[in-house]
């Protein structure tokens, strides 16, 4: 069922939106730890690793993503492939990680989000953003304050292709 999603979704949402290349989205599925989806508690499996050198030279990136087998866990995919397709044109130069390091990620879930118009992803992003804001991510909260005004300047980007 993964091939159907990657394929058709996932691969034409990327391209859709200007985030496609072959071999960044081989790496991401190639190079990375997967685990089957069972619950929304194991959202906390999902993240880009990243290994930074003692000069800030990035080393390395990997992601723990869950196998695609429904929109839920295409979303998150969607949202660690944006940090992996970041860093990866980075790696073996000098990087900061900042507050902004979430921005694009949660905004092109809620393109996603708004593009399927399926409820059950507008809950899993209500159920994410109470988890946020229980937590208070800095990174998070910024990206939340921020996220209508990306959307918006992505969707323009997007029509104006």
């Known amino acids: ?8 979704e996932f691969i034409s ?7 496609y290349n072959k071999e960044i989205v081989d790496s991401f599925f190639g190079d990375s730890f997967r685990y089957n989806y ?15 050198n003692n000069e800030d030279i990035l080393v390395k990136i990997r992601a723990c993503i869950p196998y695609i087998n429904d929109y839920k866990t ?16 980075k790696i ?9 390091c979430e921005l694009l990620p949660v905004a092109y ?7 399927k118009n399926i409820q059950e992803l507008y809950d899993y992003d209500d159920f994410l953003t109470k988890n946020i804001l229980c937590n208070n991510d800095p990174n ?10 990306i959307v918006n300047y992505l969707k323009k980007r ?4």
Do not use: P
């Open 1 to 8: 069922m993964e091939n159907k999603f990657i394929d058709n």
């Open 13 to 19: 949402f990327l391209k859709n939106y200007n985030l």
């Open 38 to 52: 069972e619950n929304d508690r194991d959202i906390i499996f999902s993240e880009c690793i990243y290994i930074i």
């Open 74 to 89: 295409m979303l998150i995919n969607i949202h660690e492939y944006v940090h992996y397709y970041m860093l990866y044109k």
């Open 92 to 100: 073996g130069k000098k990087v900061i990680i900042g507050r902004n």
């Open 109 to 115: 879930e809620k393109l996603f989000i708004m593009e």
């Open 140 to 149: 998070y909260l910024y990206a939340l304050e921020n996220r209508d005004r």
């Open 158 to 161: 997007k029509s104006n292709k």
